[in-house]
């Protein structure tokens, strides 16, 4: 039924109209093109036995500028195997960074998993008191590709099963993940945890631009739900808790209609 309402708005509207939408979001999407034939510049700084998980600290450089931590965490055995990119939280200073899932990914590997898991930019230290807001528009275009720049890392670890691949992201890392999801359509699955539909929602809590309106104007092009909408071939999870101050039941409501899918969670 759900198909058949979408081919009949497609009919109800002027061809015009769909091929300026689409057009339009092909314009949003050459944002966030890259060179993928740059090497990653992966560089080891360690390793360490975790269980039935050999967890790798290294460094790799996304875009030929700053060098960013990871980990990869692999299973034992031949695979093939499942793969999960993790992108932390904006939250306690000690779990903003790639430490905040790297239990459940040690714990996936037993279950035949790889994974990734980044650090982002908020997890500078005071990162989003910091921010110059005339700067967030650039700095999360670099942050998106960035992100795909991790998939490739992800997708590169020896016999990975490219039909089973996933992003968890909470928070911050959620919401980024949303808008690479609407422009690299590798990861299978999606869960978003304690997201909101728009980055507006929390860019004014901080710092304050020069002017609203241009900020507003500037920023236009990186809606998170016209990100959701065009990936809808993926699985998504949506989880939220009941006594979050900051992510409303309406919000979740906008997010759970963009990403195409009726499975939301709320926890206490």
Same mark, same amino acid.
């Given at each position: 039924?759900?198909s058949?309402?979408?081919?009949?708005?497609?009919?109800?509207?002027?061809?015009?109209?769909?091929?300026?939408?689409?057009? @339009?979001? #092909? %314009?949003?999407?050459?944002?966030?093109?890259? *060179?993928? !034939?740059?090497? &990653?510049?992966?560089? $080891?700084?360690?390793?360490?036995?975790?269980?039935?998980?050999?967890?790798q600290?290294?460094?790799?450089?996304?875009?030929?500028?700053?060098?960013?931590?990871?980990?990869?965490?692999?299973?034992?055995?031949e695979?093939?195997?499942?793969?999960?990119?993790?992108?932390?939280?904006?939250? @306690?200073? #000690? %779990?903003?960074?790639?430490?905040?899932?790297? *239990?459940? !990914?040690?714990? &996936?590997?037993?279950? $035949?998993?790889?994974?990734?898991?980044?650090?982002?930019?908020?997890?500078?230290?005071?990162?989003?008191g910091?921010r110059?807001?005339?700067?967030?528009?650039?700095?999360?275009?670099?942050?998106?590709?960035?992100?795909?720049?991790?998939?490739?890392?992800?997708?590169?670890?020896?016999?990975?099963?490219?039909?089973?691949?996933?992003?968890?992201?909470? *928070?911050?890392?959620?919401?980024?993940?949303?808008?690479?999801?609407?422009?690299?359509?590798?990861?299978?699955?999606?869960?978003?945890?304690?997201?909101?539909?728009?980055?507006?929602?929390?860019?004014?809590?901080?710092?304050?631009?020069?002017?609203?309106?241009?900020?507003?104007?500037?920023?236009?092009?990186?809606?998170?739900?016209?990100?959701?909408?065009?990936?809808?071939?993926?699985?998504?999870?949506?989880?939220f808790?009941?006594?979050?101050?900051?992510?409303?039941?309406?919000?979740?409501?906008?997010?759970?209609?963009?990403?195409?899918?009726?499975?939301?969670?709320?926890?206490?």
């Amino acid at each position: 039924a759900g198909s058949l309402a979408c081919v009949a708005l497609a009919w109800s509207l002027p061809a015009q109209a769909l091929s300026a939408e689409t057009e @339009e979001f #092909e %314009t949003q999407r050459a944002l966030f093109d890259y *060179d993928a !034939a740059i090497p &990653l510049g992966v560089v $080891g700084r360690g390793v360490e036995k975790r269980s039935a998980a050999r967890v790798q600290d290294i460094t790799f450089n996304p875009l030929g500028g700053k060098d960013v931590a990871a980990y990869i965490v692999t299973p034992e055995g031949e695979g093939p195997f499942a793969a999960v990119l993790w992108v932390h939280w904006l939250g @306690e200073p #000690e %779990t903003s960074n790639r430490t905040q899932f790297l *239990d459940e !990914a040690v714990k &996936l590997a037993s279950h $035949g998993v790889v994974s990734v898991l980044v650090d982002a930019m908020w997890s500078t230290p005071e990162w989003f008191g910091n921010r110059v807001p005339e700067r967030d528009y650039g700095n999360s275009i670099r942050q998106v590709i960035a992100l795909r720049r991790a998939m490739d890392l992800l997708l590169s670890q020896p016999n990975v099963d490219t039909s089973r691949v996933g992003v968890v992201g909470h *928070d911050y890392g959620g919401m980024y993940s949303m808008m690479m999801a609407g422009v690299d359509q590798r990861a299978k699955a999606y869960v978003y945890v304690a997201v909101v539909p728009s980055l507006n929602h929390w860019a004014f809590l901080g710092p304050q631009p020069k002017s609203k309106a241009a900020y507003l104007r500037q920023n236009a092009q990186l809606e998170l739900t016209d990100y959701l909408r065009q990936a809808k071939a993926a699985s998504v999870l949506l989880q939220f808790g009941t006594k979050d101050i900051y992510v409303s039941r309406v919000d979740t409501g906008i997010i759970a209609t963009a990403a195409g899918t009726t499975n939301r969670k709320f926890y206490d």
